[in-house]
């Protein structure tokens, strides 16, 4: 088995920092992509520090990944060697269960197997991800990258872009509706993008009054600093949608209200703290409270096409691999438009 470079974390309290370790050679239907461009979720840090509690150690984290295929195996029929190849959250599933059977691979009732820290069922041990110099995966979780689109801003689509399109596609967003972002973060902005780009009015929530000007340029209609009473107090009763994509802990009420009957506020942000939700701000409305992860295969292949119509890409900055825990540090503080990616290149 052929030795990789990558980088890892050995604990949850340690830098992350050189890592070598094996992958698989090709199977049959396996596809081997040397990584040109790698996206940093905050996912990854959450995982890196182990606080979702389920972080087996050593981990290469890394699932929005772009890169150049230099191998197929031999009943390979999508792809050709050459060709440009993208990965994104999940490496496989069971492929059998009603989930998987509709397209819908990361609600498989079995669990998804994810790019990284997930039992690899093919050389034991958990799985390892794109901060590393190549990967492995079966063609049938790889997606084509479309050609007119700039690879380092390409590479967050693979988590941010499908995060924030599964749902707006799903509660079928367009034009006539008014749409809330909530938070302008990796997330948000993508939701702003893609919101505005499927023709709905969009209004970016934030807590921030510095970011307007970037949110109107993002797409936004109206930006509302949400700590700001007579300015949410406009809006009560008001939105088909609301799309929440913040991660840390807050109170989700105030959105509520600002639904109007029938409408419907889907968390995307997987804040450490649950959020309360005060009864009769549902009732009394019929509003729905709701949540979406990630999306599909065919659907990430639908979100990457439809990005290459529009010409949407994430706003990033790009960062070589020896920079990863100083840009974690940023990212904490928010010190990022909006999306940090790795140029592999950097990677001895």
């Known amino acids: 088995m052929p030795e990789v470079s990558g980088y890892a ?22 596809i081997k992509i040397d990584i040109l ?34 191998k197929l195996g031999a009943l390979v029929k999508k792809f050709k060697e050459g060709e440009l190849a993208a990965v994104g959250c999940m490496v496989d599933s069971c492929r059998t269960c009603e989930s998987c059977k509709e397209g819908l691979e990361q609600y498989c009732e079995a669990g998804f197997i994810g790019t990284y820290n997930t039992p690899d069922k093919h050389l034991g ?57 909530v938070g302008l973060g990796g ?15 969009v209004v970016l929530f934030t807590t921030s009054p510095g970011k307007k000007d970037d949110a109107r340029r993002l797409g936004a209609d109206e930006v509302v600093v949400s700590k700001n009473q007579i300015e949410m107090d406009k809006h009560l009763n008001s939105f088909h949608f609301i799309l929440d994509t913040v991660s840390a802990p807050h109170d989700v009420n105030p959105y509520l209200t600002l639904l109007r009957r029938d409408g419907t506020l889907t968390l995307v ?19 729905q409270f709701a949540g979406s992860l990630i999306g599909g295969i065919k659907e990430t292949q639908e979100m990457l096409d439809f990005c290459a ?12 691999i020896q920079e990863i825990n100083e840009a974690y540090e940023r990212m904490l503080r928010s ?10 290149k950097s990677l001895a």
Not at 9 to 30: E, I, T, V
Not at 127 to 140: F, H, L, N, P, Q
Not at 309 to 320: G, H, K
Not at 335 to 344: A, G, Q, S
Request: with cysteine; aromatic share 8%; glycine share 10%.
């Open 9 to 30: 974390a050995q604990n949850a309290k340690s830098a992350l920092a050189p890592f070598k370790f094996n992958r698989r050679d090709p199977g049959p239907k396996d």
């Open 37 to 70: 461009f790698c996206g940093v979720c905050h996912s990854d840090l959450h995982t890196v520090r182990n606080e979702w509690t389920n972080t087996v150690y050593p981990v290469v984290p890394g699932h929005e990944v772009v890169g150049r295929i230099t």
């Open 125 to 181: 041990g958990m799985t390892y991800g794109g901060y590393s110099k190549s990967i492995v995966v079966d063609e049938a979780f790889v997606l084509t990258v479309p050609k007119n689109l700039e690879l380092s801003g390409v590479a967050p689509l693979l988590c941010a872009g499908i995060t924030t399109y599964s749902p707006l596609h799903h509660w079928k967003v367009g034009p006539g509706q008014k749409v809330g972002i």
């Open 187 to 201: 997330l948000g902005h993508m939701g702003v993008k893609i919101a505005h780009a499927l023709g709905a009015h």
């Open 269 to 287: 942000g997987a804040p450490e703290k649950d959020p309360t939700v005060t009864p009769f701000n549902l009732i009394t409305k019929r509003r």
């Open 309 to 320: 119509e529009r010409n949407i890409v994430s706003d990033v900055e790009v960062i070589p």
């Open 335 to 344: 010190d990022v438009k909006y999306r940090f990616v790795i140029d592999m």
